[in-house]
Antibody
């Protein structure tokens, strides 16, 4: 059974850093494109970044230069290092799997809440 | 505001049909046949219900169907059941490694 479980969220001050993890089971993260998608309170979803099965990485303009996505093949996990956090980064962060090249998200985690506030 | 526009709420009685719209532009919904729909219960992970505008993943009841006309995609739930009460949101590929989403629609089964 495919499962994605996020962790690492919490309260952080503006300008601070946080590292999110996404533990995958039932498949290998290197065989699919893996995404981070966030949902701010009371707002719609926003695509953040992804790492392709090839290892290439794309970021949205809103996080480029501040966030870093990575994966650990041995742990079968996805990570999101978030630096220089801003109030507007407050959201529930979901990891999601894309069957490579299919441009949809077939499995999601339930998310981890990141709150940026002083 | 969300890139794709959905009505905030929709409702129907058991057994009825309800359609939820998702309006974008020619740069996303209208430009690609990569519209997806997701179902989400509060505090749970989203579940893929429709992809590529109208295709259903295995395990999704055929009561759920998708379509598209121009810049507007639609999700229709036929034969409403109590367990269909959830949030539904759409997404579309928007080209050049970019995806956009709707704000979500709360479906209530009366």
């Amino acid at each position: 059974e495919v499962q994605l479980v996020e962790s690492g969220g919490g309260l952080v001050q503006p300008g601070g850093s946080l590292r999110l993890s996404c533990a995958a089971s039932g498949f290998t993260v290197t065989s699919h494109h893996m995404h981070w998608v966030r949902q701010a309170p009371g707002k719609g979803l926003e695509w953040v970044t992804y790492i392709r099965s090839s290892g290439s990485i794309i970021y949205s303009d809103s996080v480029k230069g501040r966030f870093i996505v990575s994966r650990d093949n041995a742990k079968n996990a996805l990570y999101l290092q978030m630096n220089s956090l801003r109030d507007e980064d407050t959201a529930v962060y979901h990891c999601a799997r894309e069957p490579s090249g299919q441009l949809t998200f077939d499995y999601w985690g339930q998310g981890t809440l990141v709150t940026v506030s002083s | 505001q969300s890139a794709l526009t959905q009505p905030p709420s929709a409702s129907g009685s058991p057994g009825q049909s309800v359609t939820i719209s998702c309006t974008g532009t020619s740069s996303d919904v209208g430009g690609y046949n990569y519209v997806s729909w997701y179902q989400q219960y509060p505090g749970k992970a989203p579940r893929l219900m429709i992809f590529d505008v109208y295709k259903r993943p295995s395990g999704v009841p055929d009561r759920f169907s998708g379509s598209k006309s121009g810049n507007t995609a639609s999700l229709t739930v036929s034969g409403l059941q109590a367990e269909d009460e959830a949030d539904y949101f759409c997404s579309s590929y928007a080209g050049i490694n970019n995806w956009v989403f709707g704000g979500g629609t709360r479906l209530t089964v009366l």
